[in-house]
């Protein structure tokens, strides 16, 4: 059974489960900032998981390391891929708790394509004023060097009474990545220049269709790249640091219910998709070493603009 952790800190209230310590909830004042599950409830899209050894797709779930080939469990839907990691599927267990804070650890110990050992730790915390961070921590406790990529799996959200098309967004990308059907990388990043993915400048999203990974990002003083949706009342703001250089964006089309697009996944991610193959970005720790992601979300004012300034 699902253990819930409920966190609160001024107007915010955030609830965390132990399974894959996913964020199920995230709300001000009553008003819903994320597009959630109930602990221990269904999961739809991968609803606030976090993405740990991989985010993202591994094309037919193969990958060679260290001269190795590995086959992976094929996890993906309708499609040939290894999808989103493995700790999502994982009991998470807290090793500490407060009413602002909780800190939840795992230790996956190999898997079928993954023979190697991690030890991940989440730490979830909440400001009353600064909202929600999230710390993610990946250490080799194994033996041998690792292949690593970190990500998560919010969907924000705006108004209930605003749908998606109507939405203005602002995404700090000046690259987008081309993908195939299969949504694995085809050739480099390209700018987002001149196409209907160029959302530097806020504006509505429209009748725009995402399922698309970005990179490089646009940081500001605070070193934060926000990605900042806006609807008739609310606006909502995630951020991420330099440590996780690239974001999955997707509109979730009919994922909700038919012709529903209220939601947006804005995926922080370490590497894109398919680095298990390609070694995009893909961070390898020795033995004993550590690697870490952050990401925050909150609750924007009228003084928003100052977090949209860039360097």
Known sequence: MSEAFELRAGGYRAVV???????????????ELLWGHEPGGEVRGFQGQLLVPWPNRVGEGRYVFGGVEHQLEITERGGGSAIHGLVHALTWHADSVAPDRVVLGCVLDGAPGYPFRLRVTADYRLDAEAGL??????????????PCGIGAH?????????????????????????????KLPVGPPRPVAGTDHDFREARPIGATVFDTPFTGLRYGHDERAWTVLSGSTTTVGLWTDPGCPWLQVYSADNLVEPGNRGPLAVEPMTCPPNALATGDDLRVLAPGERTRARFGIARLGSGAAGVLEGP
């Open 17 to 31: 489960e132990s399974r894959g310590a996913a964020l199920c909830r995230l709300d001000h004042d009553g008003d």
């Open 133 to 146: 961070e999230v710390a993610v921590t990946v250490d080799n406790s194994g033996t041998s060097a690792a």
């Open 154 to 182: 919010p969907y924000v959200r705006v108004d209930t009474d605003t749908v998606l098309d109507d939405a203005t967004l602002r995404l700090p990308a000046h690259l987008r990545q081309p993908v195939d059907e299969r």
